[in-house]
């Protein structure tokens, strides 16, 4: 058995022409939804993860706006300029760039996003209500994961699924997600004690850690559902996963690749949540 491919690129084509025609529905309201990406310091990758998202947020009739500020900018100046925006009715998503320089503290940031704005999915009320089904916002990158499955037609329904990661920003999201669409869920992590006992399990298994080869062919069940989240290099420093593909490719049913996976999914779900924010607030208006 080869695995079927999940292409991302072209998942994220379809709905990113859904965004395309929504936003513009609005604008016949009179409302363009608008994205604020807040950048401070010079990190490369954030860089290229910016410009990425400024781009696709005009590719799909999106209003966006970037502030890039130095890497000496306080923690109050940063905080000021999040409550502006937060006070700003032309923008509808605020999306701090991370990581932070060290002397600014993140989760205070981030706490700092009115949570009808937190289109990131970070905030501790978008924590809470995705731990209690309430209406928020989801992370992007499992909500793209969860949009993956959904593309397949994959019923989760009594299903074991094994995430490989604990972090906020995807592994504890992506539990509760799994949980949501009545998957039985176990989360593996560093102080698992045999992972592939398992992964071996698992009709679906998350991979989300960012260790290369943290998933290999015979740790997985035939049949299974793969989804790589990580982001690598390899020794020749090529892109690559969490997942050795070439070896796990031939035994799953379903895989996704790295580059064209999971990655431009993220982004196609910040635009989605910004587009959910502008309607929420059309809605209320």
Same mark, same amino acid.
């Given at each position: 058995? +080869?695995?079927?491919?999940?292409?991302?690129?072209?998942?994220?084509?379809?709905?990113?022409?859904?965004?395309?025609?929504?936003?513009?529905?609005?604008?016949?309201?009179?409302?363009?939804?608008?994205?604020?990406?807040?950048?401070?310091?010079?990190?490369?990758?954030?860089?290229?993860?910016?410009?990425?998202?400024?781009?696709?947020?005009?590719?799909?009739?999106?209003?966006?706006?970037?502030?890039?500020?130095?890497?000496?900018?306080?923690?109050?100046?940063?905080?000021?300029?999040?409550?502006?925006?937060?006070?700003?009715?032309?923008?509808?998503?605020?999306?701090?760039?991370?990581?932070?320089?060290?002397?600014?503290?993140?989760?205070?940031?981030?706490?700092?996003?009115?949570?009808?704005?937190?289109?990131?999915?970070?905030?501790?009320?978008?924590?809470?209500?995705?731990? +209690?089904?309430?209406?928020?916002?989801?992370?992007?990158?499992?909500?793209?994961?969860?949009?993956?499955?959904?593309?397949?037609?994959?019923?989760?329904?009594?299903?074991?699924?094994?995430?490989?990661?604990?972090?906020?920003?995807?592994?504890?999201?992506?539990?509760?997600?799994?949980?949501?669409?009545?998957?039985?869920?176990?989360?593996?992590?560093?102080? +698992?004690?045999?992972?592939?006992?398992?992964?071996?399990?698992?009709?679906?298994?998350?991979?989300?850690?960012?260790?290369?080869?943290?998933?290999?062919?015979?740790?997985?069940?035939?049949?299974?559902?793969?989804?790589?989240?990580?982001?690598?290099?390899?020794?020749?420093?090529?892109?690559?996963?969490?997942?050795?593909?070439?070896?796990?490719?031939?035994?799953?049913?379903?895989?996704?690749?790295?580059?064209?996976?999971?990655?431009?999914?993220?982004?196609?779900?910040?635009?989605?949540?910004?587009?959910?924010?502008?309607?929420?607030?059309?809605?209320?208006?």
């Amino acid at each position: 058995m +080869t695995a079927q491919l999940i292409d991302g690129n072209a998942l994220s084509k379809q709905l990113r022409a859904q965004v395309a025609e929504r936003a513009a529905a609005l604008k016949a309201q009179g409302v363009t939804p608008g994205l604020a990406v807040v950048l401070v310091g010079d990190n490369q990758a954030s860089q290229v993860y910016v410009r990425n998202k400024v781009k696709a947020c005009q590719d799909s009739g999106l209003h966006s706006v970037l502030e890039k500020y130095e890497a000496d900018m306080s923690e109050a100046e940063l905080l000021a300029r999040v409550e502006a925006l937060n006070n700003d009715p032309s923008i509808h998503g605020i999306l701090v760039q991370l990581p932070l320089p060290a002397h600014i503290d993140a989760q205070k940031v981030i706490e700092a996003i009115s949570p009808l704005k937190d289109v990131d999915g970070f905030h501790i009320a978008s924590a809470g209500a995705l731990m +209690t089904g309430m209406p928020g916002f989801w992370p992007c990158t499992p909500y793209g994961c969860m949009k993956m499955l959904e593309s397949i037609g994959y019923d989760l329904k009594g299903k074991h699924a094994v995430v490989i990661g604990r972090s906020n920003i995807v592994g504890k999201p992506m539990a509760l997600m799994l949980l949501q669409k009545n998957a039985t869920v176990t989360i593996c992590h560093s102080g +698992t004690r045999d992972l592939k006992a398992q992964t071996l399990q698992a009709d679906v298994i998350v991979a989300a850690v960012g260790k290369r080869n943290v998933l290999t062919a015979d740790m997985v069940k035939p049949g299974a559902v793969v989804l790589d989240v990580g982001m690598n290099r390899n020794d020749e420093g090529k892109l690559c996963g969490d997942v050795d593909f070439d070896g796990v490719r031939e035994v799953a049913s379903h895989i996704t690749p790295v580059p064209g996976g999971v990655g431009p999914m993220t982004i196609t779900m910040l635009l989605v949540n910004t587009l959910e924010a502008a309607e929420r607030a059309a809605a209320g208006a």
